[in-house]
Nanobody, 127 residues
């Protein structure tokens, strides 16, 4: 069982920045593709960003492209989501997710493709 723990959420003004972290208990973290999703109140969970297990490939939702950056440090068993130019519509609970993956460049954009999920961290952007 892989445990994922998100951190770094908080309250920020519009135009500000936050950096989220996702620490994994996986003994072979480099074998897991990682992703971030978010869920705003009253809305369905939506894909935000994904990164392949080697970090060679990334994908982003159109709504965050150019503002968010996903990355990972396999030596630290941690994935990151750097968020800049935040907008009130970015307010949501942010979840990281993992999937064991042999293909080095594979990324997952659908929630059902992930095997493990964290508990989430709240991000609130005030206008």
């Amino acid at each position: 069982q892989v445990q994922l723990v998100e951190s770094g959420g908080g309250l920020v003004q519009a135009g500000g920045s936050l950096s989220l972290s996702c620490a994994s208990s996986a003994g072979s973290f480099s074998m897991y593709a990682m992703g971030w999703s978010r869920q705003a109140p009253g809305k369905e969970r939506e894909f935000v960003a994904a990164i392949s297990r080697t970090g060679s490939n990334t994908k982003y939702a159109d709504s965050v492209t150019g503002r968010f950056t996903i990355s990972r440090d396999n030596a630290k068993n941690t994935a990151y989501l750097q968020m800049h130019d935040l907008k009130p519509e970015d307010t949501a609970v942010y979840y990281c997710a993992a999937r064991f993956q042999f293909a080095a460049a594979a990324t997952m954009t659908a929630g059902h493709e992930y095997n493990y999920w964290g508990q989430g961290t709240q991000v609130t952007v005030s206008s």
